[in-house]
């Protein structure tokens, strides 16, 4: 997934979650004979080894099927996947305070649980293997994101109504103890317009403590951005600046309404942008100036954002719509190519959420990969395979999902430890109990 590196036939080694090698050809013991692969690895035969010599316990032939690292939604908030479908078509603000914010009230832990599990059988079939996950009882969501084998990135979700920054602290030293663990931590909360100058001078001093990023909602409005003017005089990215929240860099989910010094301020302090193309032209609040990041030298990822707000957890419809809209938006059809596209899903994605070791397909890096099946209509021919997964690809292309070298859905089927029978009736339990 680097500029410049060739899709080849290929064999990726994979063992104890790691990514052993990633060569070109196949050796002798490979079963494939060949087939189309991934940038910085695919595989005719991506093999499966535990212990030492040639011993493998599985290989996959991936004849036909590209192999590529999985993508990363940056951005979502997976336990409201009971409010899907719930409350559409109107406005954010109300939508947010009449029917979200009263709704999720009544959610107990084990609701969580479930809830989120639901949301990551979703983002398997989207060839997605890991999550930026912003909410509350993550202690829930992180038995759910353990037992089902799923990677997930927790975003600190404090504010006026809910949570501390003693909590925060204990949950990003407790989540960030085990470089290993499949959950880890980053400081953040919800936004500017439901957090108080006290509390974000207290999380401005909690980031500077571990000389960490700070990552939130910011900008998604106009609205907001005009609120906080009239209550700062600022902008929400030059205040939250200002208050000292982006002294170690950081995230901002949306970035849809930006002014110059806003663009100066992301770019001299490191900060990512993570775009939710779908969740903006839902709910009506406009277009990220995407192209205008990317041009800057701004890093930007995609999410979802919330089942609420999207209503689908699907990076490939994300993907599409980040590159539509920029070239309508700039009147330029060769803005934001497929390939510019592709990075920001799978490599910056990873980089945003400080999964510096899921990025790419190398040697060392963990195996959090996808195959993708390039057999069947929509991705034939193959003049270039990076356009037909952007402009043409879809989940149903979505072969297989592994995440630490272990597959956890392949055609079709799921590997996380329950039947999607059992999360589905949870689910509709859990919904038909809080909104009737
Ligand atoms: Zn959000």
């Known amino acids: 997934m680097e500029d410049g590196r060739k899709i080849f036939h290929g064999e990726i080694g994979i063992e104890d979650g790691k990514i052993i090698y990633v060569k070109e050809g196949q050796s002798g013991n490979s079963t494939g004979e060949g087939a189309l692969s991934g940038r910085e690895g695919g595989c005719p035969g991506m093999r499966n080894a535990q212990g030492t010599g040639a011993a493998w316990d599985e290989e996959i032939d991936a004849k036909g099927n590209l192999v590529m690292p999985g993508f990363k939604n940056a951005h979502t908030h997976s336990p409201m996947t009971f409010l899907r479908s719930y409350a559409d078509d109107m406005k954010l603000q109300e939508w947010l305070f009449d029917k979200v914010f009263p709704a999720e009230a009544k959610l107990t832990g084990d609701d969580i649980y479930w809830l989120t599990k639901l949301a990551v059988m979703e983002y398997l079939t989207s060839g997605t293997t890991a999550v930026f996950d912003m909410y509350k009882l993550k202690k829930d969501s992180a038995r759910a994101a353990e037992e089902t084998g799923f990677r997930m990135v927790f975003c600190g979700d404090m504010n006026d109504f809910g949570g501390t920054v003693e909590e925060m602290e204990q949950d990003y ?55 906080c003017r009239e209550r700062s005089g600022m902008t929400p990215v ?48 406009g277009i ?19 089942p609420a707000s999207n209503n689908c957890l699907d990076m490939f419809r994300e993907m599409f719509l980040v590159t539509g809209l920029q070239k309508v938006v700039c009147d330029d059809p060769e803005a934001v190519p497929a390939m510019d596209v592709l990075k920001m899903s799978a490599v910056n994605g990873a980089h945003a959420m400080g999964l510096t070791d899921c990025d790419t397909l190398a040697e060392g890096k963990r195996a959090d990969l996808i195959m993708l099946d390039l057999m069947q209509p929509n991705m034939q021919p193959l003049h270039n395979i990076e356009k037909n997964i952007v402009y043409s690809g879809s989940k149903q292309n979505v072969k297989m999902t592994m995440i630490n070298g272990k597959v956890v859905y392949r055609d079709g089927e799921f590997f996380i430890g329950e039947s999607p029978e059992t999360i589905y009736r949870n689910a509709d339990r859990i919904s038909e109990r809080i909104l009737g």
């Open 173 to 227: 030293l407790a989540y960030n103890k085990d470089p290993d663990s499949l959950l880890s931590y980053q400081i953040g909360f919800h936004a500017e317009y439901t957090t108080s100058r006290e509390h974000m001078e207290q999380i401005a001093a909690l980031a500077g403590k571990y000389e960490a990023p700070v990552c939130v909602h910011c900008s998604e409005t106009k609205k907001e951005v005009e609120e």
């Open 288 to 306: 990220a100036p995407v192209k205008r990041y990317l041009d800057m030298g701004i890093p930007v990822a995609i999410g979802t954002d919330g």
């Open 238 to 285: 030059a205040y939250m600046d200002f208050l000292g929240l982006f002294h170690n860099g950081g995230c901002l989910f949306h970035g849809v309404h930006m002014d110059d010094g806003d663009f100066d301020i992301i770019k001299e302090r490191g900060i990512s942008v993570v775009t939710n193309p779908a969740s903006n032209l839902k709910l009506a609040s």
